[in-house]
């Protein structure tokens, strides 16, 4: 079982940056992992995911301004925004899936943590 826990979030203009960061309570190198983002009112929208190796997916609507990655030794996932715009608002949420359930959308990931807030402002 593995523990995530974000930090990062925060309000900032359109087209400034953040970027949101999951430290994991275990070894990381073994699940695939993602992000995710909920805004109220709205479905939940899977933002990034990282294979179990190198390989990345984005959704349309972040290519090109969101870039995932992680860094094993610290087992911290993270997220770079840029170019920030108001309809990313949304509490942001770090999960994480065994290699059984990687197939599965980001937000039905084995793990999650409790999300961080991200509000941009025009």
């Known amino acids: 079982q593995v523990q995530l826990v974000e930090s990062g979030g925060g309000s900032v203009q359109a087209g400034g940056s953040l970027r949101l960061s999951c430290v994991a309570s275990?070894?990381?190198?073994?699940?695939?992992m993602g992000w995710f983002r909920q805004a109220p009112g709205k479905e939940r929208e899977a933002v990034a995911r990282i294979g179990t190796g190198t390989s990345t997916t984005y959704a349309d609507s972040v290519k090109g301004r969101f870039t995932i990655s992680r860094d094993m030794a610290k087992k911290t996932l993270y997220l770079q925004m840029n170019s920030l715009k108001p309809e990313d608002t949304a509490m942001y949420y770090c999960?994480?899936?065994?290699?059984?359930?990687?197939?599965?959308?980001?937000?039905?990931?084995?793990?999650r943590g409790q999300g961080t807030q991200v509000t941009v402002s025009s």
């Open positions: 275990g070894d990381i190198r073994w699940y695939c």
């Open positions: 999960a994480a899936a065994t290699s059984l359930f990687c197939q599965r959308e980001i937000y039905n990931f084995n793990y």
